[in-house]
C-alpha cells in the first residue's frame, strides 16, 4: 500500500458508440483513479463532454451516454496529483480555439508548467483551473503552426516531464507520449477501430487486441473517418525511462505494461527477493492485494507455504464513519483483517510492495503480531524509497519517505519486524527485463531523467 | 460463484454509541448483503430506526448516525430472499405492540411463514410486508405469555426452518438461533459488552473477543442496564443441522463460522479434492475470490503451481451499463479477465466452489481456454448441487440446477472442460470435520432437515 | 398565517392510469400539505405503494408512476398533524390483511386514538407507526364483519372525531366522511369515473366535474370494474359541522369547499369586517396570499382604495440559510417585501386572515410602519382564535393562542396596530351562509362538537 | 406570461459573510432565473466559486456557503439566453490570468460576440464554453492596460450591446453599466458596505438602502479593503435606453427600476389601458401575476371591480408528469384555474401584461369562457410585440411574434376575444414617465439603439 495511483485514460476511434466503449475502458481502468472521472466524444455536431468527481460507474448512467453521441472518445480516471482535488480539474478539458474544439486528458505530469503557465499568462492567457492539461492545450492553442497536428508537436517541444496524452479533435484521435515515456500507453485494435490504453485490462474489456505500446517520443494520429493511423517521432531522441513503479504497484496484473507481462514481473521480484533475503519461516503472507504476486513469488522460491493470512475487505468505500469516543485506529483495519488461525504461534514472511512513511507497514505489522505470529519477516519487493515523484504520482514530500532519512536497521525497528528485507536494485532491474537504462528509479536513486522542476 | 449471499446479523448490548460500533460490524459483514441495510437503536426515550437500500457506506451518515442514540443496538445487511427486493423488505422491522417497542431482524426463512401468516391474518393481524420478520413479530406479539421473553420463546415453537435473530426490547437484546442451526451466529465480548454477529470477522473490526457460538436452539437474554447475560434453552432438542455452505462460499475466509476457520476448511476440500481427482498439469488457477483457498489446498496436495490466472475487478459496482449494439457478452467478463501470459500453452487446474445453473462456469471455461490454455481440468470444491434450499439462501429452483438432471459427463462436456472433478461428500464432511451429521446438506443430498414449506 | 394547513386526498376509480391522475390531484392540492405524499394504486395484481417526503413534483417522477399501475388509485399530501413530522408516517397506509390488500388515507384526526390503540394492542394488534391511519385499518381488520365495506362501517363506527377518508382495496375505492363532517370531501366525476378529492380545485385540473359533497356521516362505494356508485349512511346521524376555517384560510380560494365558493366567503368576511370595523384610512392592504380575498372585499366595501403594499416571494423554499452574526430575524423578511413607495405616509388598513400567536402579526405590522405607513389598522377577517384544534388542523397549545390570555386592546397594544378589529362571529356565520348550527367554530368560541381527547 | 426572465446579478463588498449575503440577494432575484445559480467569494487566499444548476436554495448549502470565505462576493441566478442552458454556461466566471484571479457575471447580452469571439480565438485565446462572459473576460485580459481596472475600461469599449456586470478581483468589485444602460443595476449601501443589484428587493432583504443606480455608462470600483467607492465614465455618452421590459413584466413589483416603482408604472398602465380603451363589463380579471398591477389600475380607472378571477398555483415546480393519453393541454391548467363561480355569466376584462405568440393568451380566453365568462374583454399593458430582443432577452424570433404579422383585429379573432386593446406607446411613455428618449422600446417598434448583430 504504497503511493496512490495516479490516473488512466482510454480512447477509441472510429467506432459506433464510441463514448459507451470509453466507458468500459475506464471501468477496467477504475484503479488507476477514484476520485473523478470524464469522457469527450465526437460527432458531427461538435465535441460532447461529462465529467464529474466520483466512480466510473456513478458519474455514467444509461441518459449520460445518449448524450455522448459521436464516433471518437476519449476518456479519463483522476487521482489528483497536483492541481488539487476539486471538481473542476476533472478530465477531459475541452476548449473552443483555433483548431475549433479540441479536447484532452492525460497522464503524467508536466515539469515546467509553472514557468509555462506564466509565460502564457503574461502573453494573454486565461486559465479556469489548475491543471496542467490547460497548459497544454493553451499550448496547441497558441502554437506556430497550421494545422492542428502541428501545434500539437509544437506544444510538445515545450513541455517538459511526463505525459501520456490523448486528444480528441473534429477530425481525429491523436496519442502521444513523452519522450522518456514515463507513463504508459498501449494502443490496440479491433476491425478497423484503434484503441489506446494506460493498461491493456481495458483492451480485454472491449475486446480489442493489443498490437504495441504508443513509443516513448511518439505521436500516433487516428483519423475519425477511418483510414490507416499515422505515427510521427516529432521530438528529440532520448533514453527511454518509463516509470518501473506501475510494474511494482500501480498496474493491474492481468495488464500488459511496457508490453510486459505485470504479474510475471512481480513474481520474479517475489522471487529474487526470496533469494536474495531468505529466511527459515512457517508461512509466507501477502499485504494484499498488491503483494500477493510478489509473495507467490517468494513462497515458490523458498519453498515456505503460502496463504493469505490477511483479508482485506473489498466493500470499503469511500467514506468510514469511526466511532466517536474511540482510541483505536480504523485506518487499517476497515482494509485489513489478520486470521488468526493460519497467523498463531508461526513464523511469518510479510511481502508487501513497498514502504512509504513506514507507518502503515508498522500497523500491518502489529496486527499480523497480534493475531500471534511468533515471528514476522517483512519482505519489500522493490528498494528503499528515498525520493519523491515529480512524473505523475502522488509521493509525500521526500522528507516523509521513511527510507531517506533512516537506515534499513532503524526502519526495521521502526516498523517492528524481526528482520526487513528490501530488493536490491539490480533484482528490481532483473525483475523486469533491464539493462540498467530503461526504467526510471529516481524514487529510488534520485536520478532523475529530466529536472524535478522548471527547466 | 454460486447461490447469491444472504444475511448478516449484529447486535450489541449494553454499549455507549451502540449504533456505531453496528455500524462498523455491519461493514464487516457486507459481503452478505448489498442490497439494503439497517440499524434499531435504543435509548431511554425507545427505539430508533434507520434502514434503507444501498449499501451499508451509503445508508449510514454521521447524521443519520447521530440520529441513532443509545447502549443497544442491532443491525441487518440484506440479500433479497423472499420477500421481494423491496425497500419495505428492509430490516430491522420495529412495532409497537403489547410490550411496548420490539425490533427485530434475522438471517434465514422460515418454511410455515405461509401457514403461520395465514392464521394471523385469519386472527385479525396486519401486515405492511411479505417479510416472515414480520410474522416473528406478530407471533411474539400474541403469544400466551406474560413477557416479552416467553412471547418469544412461545413464538419460536411455532416457527419452523432458519433462523437466527436478533431483537431489541425497552429493556434487553435477545439472540436466538433456530434448534438446527442452520444458520450462523458468534457471540463476543468486549469489556461489559456482548456482542453478536453471523460472523467472527465483525467482532475483530469491532475489537471484540470471540467467545462462542450462540447454539442451535438457544436464546441469549442480554439485559441493557447491564449485568450478566442469561441463556436458556426453550426448544426441543433436535441434531444440529448448520449449513454447510457457509464454509463452502458465503462466509469470510478470515471468519470463524461454528468456531471452525473457514479458510482452513476451504484449504482442506482443496486438499481433498487433489488427492480425489488427480490431473497431470501445469497451474492451478482458482475462481477468485471464492476459489482461492480451495485452490492453494489443490496445488499443495498436487505440487502443481498456484498462480492467479484469472483477475477479478474489485471495483465492479451495481451497475454496469453494456454497449448497445454488441453481441458479447460482458456478464463475467465485466468482473474476471484472464492473464493471457499465464496461461496460454497451459494444462490448467481451474478450482472454483460450486456449479450452480452451469452457464457461468461455461463462460469461465471458455474463457481460460481462449486465453490460451491447452486443456482445462475443472475442479468443484463441493459435491453436484441437485437441491435447492429452502433455509435462508438464494438458490435458483431445482429443475434449473445443472447437477440436478445431468450426470457429471454431460456437466463436463456442458461447460466444456477437458475433465471435471466434484468433492465426494465424504470428503467435504471431513473437511469441515463431520462425523455425517453434524451439518445441513440438503442442496447436496436432498435430506432435508426440516420439510421444506409448511409443517 | 395563522395554523399551518393539514392534509388533502385525491381518489379515482375506475380510470385508466389512475394513479397519474392522482398525481395531477395532488398536484392541485399541494397547499395542503408540503411534507409527504404517496399514491396507491391497484391493478389486477394487487396493490402497488409509493410515498416519500417531499413535494408531489419531487416524490413522483415518470418511473415511479410507471410503477404504480392500475384502474384505481388514491393519494395524500401531508402536512403533519399527529404523529410526528417522519417519513414512516407519509400516507397512504397498506396492509396485508383479512380483506387481502387494504391501503388507506385521510385527512382529519381521530380524538380516541389512543384508547383504540390501547385496546387494540390490548388485543394483539401491533403498528409501525403513531398514525392513527393504522388505527382505522386495524380496526376495519379486526371487525366483527364478513366484507370489507361491513368492516370499514364497525371500524367507523368506533372511531371518534374527525376524518374524510378514502380506502382501496382489491375491488374497491370507498370514501367516507365522519358524522360531523368535519373536513371536507368532494365528489365529482368525469365519464364513467368518479373521483373524490379534499377540494373542487383538483378537479378542474383533471378535467372532472364537481358533483356533490360526500355527506357527513356517508360512505360511498366505488365499483373497481365500473358500475353505479352506492352511498350509504351507517352512523348515527348528528349535525354536521364542517371546520369554518377551510373557509377562513385553508382552502384555495378557487375551490368549492361545503359545495360553496371559498372567494366569496372570503370577500363576505371582508365587506362585513368592513362595515364593523371602518376607519378613516388611505390604502387596504393585504397580507399575501390568504388575506387578498378579504381584503378586497374590505376595499369594496370601505370605498378605499386596494392594492399590493407587500409582495410575496413565491419562491421560497423549505430551507433558508440566514447569515451566522446577524441580528435581524429573517423569518418574515424572506417570504414578504413591503411596497415602500405605496406605503410611505398613507394610513393602511392591513387584513390578514387571523392571529395565532400574534408573534407574526407583530412583525408584519413593524415591517409596514418601517416602510412608512402612517398608521396601520389591523383587521383580522375572522373572531379572535382562542381555543386549539382536535380534528385536523396544527395548532399551538391553547396558553400559546394570544387570544386566549388577552383581551382585543391588549393584542393591539402587543402587534403595535393602531386599531385592531376582528371579524364578528355573526358575520363570519354570515359570510359561510350559516344559521348558527352548520360550521365548527370550536376555534373561537370551544364548543367542541366532540369532546378533545377520547371518548 | 410573455418572455421568460433574463437574469440576475448581486454583489457586496467589503462585507463579512460575503456569500452568505448574496445568497439573500439572490435568493431575492430568483425571479429572474432558475435555470443556475452560481457565486464567487474573495478572500486572503484567492477567489472561492461555486454554481450549479437549480434554484438558490438548492444549489447552496450550509457546506458550499462555508466553502465561499471572504469580505467580498458576486453572485448570479440565471435565466439562459444566448449559451445554451448548460451547467458549463452556469455564471460567475473565474479565471486565472494576467491579473491573478478575475471573477465576472452579467445580466444582459453582447451584440458582437460573435466577431470578438473570433478576433479572440484567432489571437490565440481558448474559450471553455459559448457564454459572452467569457469573451468579456478575454478582453479584459488581453486589453493593453496596465491595471485592471483599466483593462475593464478597454475591454468595455469593445463590447456592443447590453450589459450590467459584476467583476471581483484580488483587490475590488466593479460593477459597470452599458452606456444605454439596456438592463438595469442597483446600488446600495449598509454602513460601510457597498451593495449592487439587479433590482431593489434584493436589498431589502439584506437590510441595505438604496442610493442610486449605476448610471448608464459607469463603472464603480469598490475597494475591498475598504474605502470610498470611486466612480469612472470612461465610455463615450450615449442616449440612455433602458429596457421598458422591466416595467411591463420582469422586475418584482417591490423593486425600484431605474429609480422608479414598477408597481406604480404598472398600475398607471392598467389606468391609462382603460380610458384608451374602455368597455362595458363586470369585472376586471388579471392574468396573474404579471398582470394584477395593471389590472388594479384597470378597474380604478373604468370603476368595473376587480377579482382574482383566474388562480395561479405557486407550487408549480420544473417538471410536471401529464397523463400518457390524454388530449387535453396542462400547459396553462397546471399554473392557472379560473373561478367559475366568479366568472359565470360575467362580461370580463381580461389584463395580462403582453402576447408574444398567442397561443398562450387564446388558452387562457377559452379557459374564461368556458368559465362561464359571457364575454371577453382582452386587455394589454403594452404595445403589439412587433420585434426580438438582442439585449438579453430570451424572446422568440421575429416571425413567431403574433403582432409582427398579424393586425390586432386579426389576432381579436385569433384569440378568441370579444374585444382586444393593447396599451398606446405614448401611454406606455407616460407610464414610465418617459418623453420619448429614454427607454428602449425596440420590442414595440423596432428602433435598435445597438445593431442587433455584431458591429
Known amino acids: 500500500m504504497p503511493f496512490r495511483d495516479e490516473c488512466g485514460v482510454f480512447g477509441i476511434a472510429p467506432q459506433a458508440e464510441a463514448a459507451r466503449q470509453t466507458y468500459l475502458g475506464l471501468y477496467a481502468l477504475q484503479h488507476r483513479g477514484q476520485e473523478a472521472a470524464g469522457i469527450c466524444s465526437g460527432d458531427a455536431e461538435g465535441l460532447h463532454l461529462h465529467k464529474a468527481q466520483g466512480y466510473v460507474a456513478d458519474v455514467f448512467s444509461e441518459t449520460v451516454l445518449d448524450a455522448l453521441p459521436g464516433d471518437a472518445a476519449i476518456g479519463h480516471t483522476r487521482y489528483s496529483t497536483t492541481g488539487g482535488n476539486v471538481a473542476s480539474a476533472a478530465h477531459p478539458f475541452l476548449i473552443h480555439g483555433r483548431f475549433g474544439q479540441v479536447a484532452l486528458c492525460h497522464n503524467g505530469n508536466l515539469t515546467n508548467t509553472e514557468a509555462l503557465r506564466a509565460r502564457l499568462i503574461a502573453d494573454g492567457h486565461t486559465f479556469t483551473s489548475p491543471s496542467d492539461s490547460e497548459v497544454l492545450l493553451a499550448l496547441i492553442n497558441r502554437a506556430q503552426a497550421d494545422t492542428l497536428e502541428d501545434a500539437v508537436v509544437a506544444a510538445l517541444r515545450e513541455a517538459k516531464g511526463a505525459y501520456s496524452l490523448l486528444i480528441l479533435t473534429e477530425d481525429a484521435l491523436l496519442a502521444a507520449r513523452d519522450p522518456h515515456g514515463f507513463r504508459p500507453l498501449a494502443m490496440g485494435r479491433m476491425g478497423g477501430t484503434t484503441v489506446f490504453s494506460s493498461e491493456t485490462c481495458a483492451f480485454d474489456l472491449v475486446g480489442a487486441a493489443y498490437v504495441r505500446d504508443v513509443e516513448p517520443g511518439e505521436m500516433v494520429i487516428v483519423p475519425r473517418q477511418g483510414g490507416e493511423a499515422r505515427s510521427r517521432f516529432p521530438l528529440p ?219
Open 237 to 455: 531522441r532520448v533514453q527511454p525511462r518509463p516509470c518501473v513503479f506501475e510494474h511494482i504497484y500501480f498496474a493491474r496484473p492481468d495488464s500488459l505494461v511496457y508490453g510486459q507481462s505485470v504479474m510475471a514481473a512481480r513474481r520474479e521480484m517475489g522471487r529474487l527477493l526470496a533469494r536474495r533475503h531468505p529466511v527459515e519461516a512457517d508461512l509466507v503472507v501477502p499485504v494484499p492485494d498488491s503483494g500477493v504476486s510478489a509473495a507467490l513469488g517468494y513462497s515458490e522460491e523458498s519453498g515456505i507455504p503460502f496463504d493469505f493470512g490477511i483479508i482485506r475487505n473489498h466493500y470499503v468505500g469511500r467514506t468510514f464513519i469511526e466511532p466517536k469516543q474511540t482510541i483505536r485506529s480504523f485506518g487499517v483495519k476497515v482494509k485489513l483483517n489478520p486470521v488468526r488461525h493460519l497467523l498463531a504461534g508461526k513464523r511469518v514472511v510479510l511481502v508487501d510492495d513497498s514502504i512509504v512513511r513506514g507507518t502503515t507497514s508498522k500497523k500491518i505489522v502489529q496486527m499480523v503480531r497480534e493475531a500471534g505470529a511468533r515471528e514476522v519477516h517483512l519482505r519489500i519487493a522493490c528498494p528503499p524509497t528515498t525520493h519523491s515523484c515529480f512524473y505523475g504520482i502522488d509521493t509525500p514530500k521526500r522528507q516523509h519517505l521513511i527510507a531517506s532519512y533512516m537506515p534499513v536497521e532503524e526502519i526495521t525497528a521502526f516498523v517492528e519486524a524481526d528482520t526487513l528485507g528490501y530488493l536490491a536494485m539490480e533484482d528490481l532491474q532483473a525483475s523486469v527485463g533491464d539493462d540498467g537504462q530503461g526504467f526510471c528509479y529516481a524514487c529510488f536513486n534520485g536520478d532523475y531523467p529530466v529536472a524535478p522542476s522548471g527547466e
